[in-house]
């Protein structure tokens, strides 16, 4: 027996976020049984990032972010990923989920994160530069009209106007959460309006520009989304297995390839 | 260009659960905007599988759950693989999530499921020969003894009494939403005691016994947990990317196979 | 700071496969530059699970499964889902490759490590009860009748005839290592024309009986497959990304859930 | 029911690699089986990307690259994932292989690919410059340099110099393969030894140039390592589920957030 002596030892791998021991757990301080009793999820979602505990009107953001995202029927990517898997893999439903889960990259369910990061330079640029935040959000439209690229919470291929918005921006604006964040995408929505074309704020965008003013990092954007996508996820796997038969996913296919050729000698070589 | 006669036709995929036109998204028929004014994150996933709003005490339950399961720590499986997948791979955090769920398989965060198959089939069983819910336990924990094989949702790697199972248990009695998920599992944990030795119910086997109550299959036993949990594994990606550095994961290793030897002709052969 | 000192050991994580050091990397003993300069992928694929050079007849059976799994067109579940995952993700080509291995579960591309199982029970009873082969093959296609279970390994959804179940059955006879495994399929194959309906042994029942000739547990029938698959889906990824836009997967959906309805008070409860 | 009409077309998804029909399956025009009898699996991985049967040269440098990253050990991060899933997961052979997968990101298995985007950005701009293979890399060292960044294809935790750097660069030239793409990853570590500080290039070095050499686009450098790696993971996954019990994973956990602390009203607020 050798052992690797580059490997041999192994750092404790550190979290302020959860301790245990033999008769407890502890989220950030606080007893998990007295928040079974007491608190709701959201509340501790918004506590495992956050350290504290949410006021009612943070709370209510959260859930309503969650609810927003939690589904959007079998033709989303992140669905069409997972109930591809399911009908392959009646025993693994994890293995279902996860593909769904890695369908929310960039072009799907990533638009929160990239938002968010606009958002956070474009303020910290208009802070650094005495700009207001309406000359902020024009820069920022202007530079994507000039390089021709599309600004994340902006459009989508279904909706032209998409109520979730209107409702998470109301609902901001009512619990007096809304701050730089959603001043910030509402001005970028006019500017791209006027540099680009009329484009409405899609969910992503509604909801970068509260998770900016409740203090949360641009990572939280995707993760937020996966917490609540995993719920959509999870009832359409049970409506798959239940109502599907394996292996039903078909999907057309045209080969525009070479024709059957021999396998020559010279190209052996 | 030629397209694959057998895979040409194409049925729509078909859902009962989310519905979305150009202005509007239904989940359940229930308007999402208002869901998102006047709901919680946890009536919806509830309302996702089961297809009506629930009651107060049904939210307290699911609240509850997910709350129980949210985060364990860096040391559990899910976080594990998580925290190993985000230290080489700093760009696609969803990967990293959908490790930490691939994670979740029989023998972590697979109980839930389990144990709620064994529930169904006992008080079938039960039903159908006129066994009491006590003798209905006794017998799956005689045949455990047995064929010595492990009850899901039984016995803990680090907690001797869970305290998530005593509170979640207390919370499905004073909500009266006890019935005989609930009953069963209290007298399995008796029985085992009986049959095998000490082994306290933990967090799966309480869960089992409250989601058989509220009505969901086995399945939702790991899909409710996974939902759960990914808010733990979403906080713990934010920390590792923030406190610590990648390629940071090493485990000590041992080989003890053959040593090095030379690749002989014979061998080649 | 306080540490879980259940958690607090570690044990290396053992191997007899690879070992390296500052300077070398040995697989099972070999050089690993030696390896690059004289030998093959498939070889090496053998040297990894069975610790010795595999002969040319062996070397030869494993660059066909291999070749024989790689790509099976973009229809493929495996290729559904890692084209779905790709479009909405151009960041992590590693998410859409996961994807797809995530699909190759029991219904496709898992007949091989289901087919397996059946074989070596089979031979163990016929073995153990003094059977013959036909005898054994005969049992199980008459079991499979009666319990109307499909068997793994028979039938494909597109092929009449499988071109590479002839191949590799012929390369094992040429190669002089057809022995029991291969056998048995075939006898397999005319029992359940017999007793059930004329059903061609598929690519992954060839397999089957090739790999247990090889001396391969059951797991390997699905990893070897993944190994191969992992080829097909990495120029598919390329083609994917080359040739189309994100976000391009589109099905058609079909809504047949409740139509809309209001969050009546009651239903609040 | 009411479909969603946005949705309702799906054009074919369309590819140029294979083609199948009732009885035959061709990779870019070539038979299978044919395949199956006269060609190699590191043949069709080339000819899968290149439309081509490769030369014996080209071969045998597909065949050292996939040889030289099919394993590292159980302490490589893909390897720590895919086994903490599969000690976790006994079910889903096929969960723990993607986990693995996931793993190779951007800091593991990634470098093949962001040191191929490096080489083909310098080898154009020289063109485009007329500058000298030397002057393009002493730039590239020195912009790491002023930056601070990492070269992906340089160093290695574990090697100080990596055997398998070496053969695959005497490979390349023994079969007069060597290009630019070699040719630039030599001068490329001369820079960086000069500029910055001897750090010797690694096998990903190694392979980026060779495989620019041989046509391939940067995500290659990825794709082959996902592809080599597997089959190691594969071992790994046998040897785990069969040395090894369930739920062994155990890492040292230190705790250093808040200490317990009550929920108090002003808190919920």
Redesign the interface.
Known sequence: ????P?????????????????????????????????????E??FL??H???P??GERRL???I???V??????A??A??M???A?????????????G??????????AGLACLKIIGEALDRAKSDGQSLAEAADQVARDAAATRRRLPGFGH?????D??T???LQ?AREERLAGPGVEFVVALERAVGDRIKPLPMNVDGAIAGVLYDLGF?P??G???F???R???L??????E?T??R??R?????????????P?TEP???
């Open positions: 027996v050798s052992s690797n580059a490997d041999a030892s192994l750092d404790p791998w550190r979290t302020a976020i959860t301790n245990s021991d033999d008769t407890g757990i502890w989220y950030r301080g606080y007893d998990v049984a007295t928040l079974m009793r007491t608190s709701s999820f959201a501790v979602v495992l990032h350290g504290r505990i006021t009612a959260i859930d309503a969650l609810i927003a939690a589904d959007h029927g079998p033709g990517p992140s069409v990923a109930r591809t898997v009908t392959g893999n009646r025993q693994a439903p994890e293995a279902a989920i996860a593909a889960v890695l369908a929310i990259g960039d072009a799907h369910g990533g291929r279904t909706h032209s106007t109520p979730r209107v409702t998470l609902l990092p990572l939280v995707k993760l937020i996966i917490v609540g995993v719920a959509g999870g009832a359409q796997l049970v409506e297995y109502r599907e394996p292996m996913v078909k999907v057309p296919v045209a080969y525009d390839g070479p024709a059957p050729r396998l190209e052996i070589a």
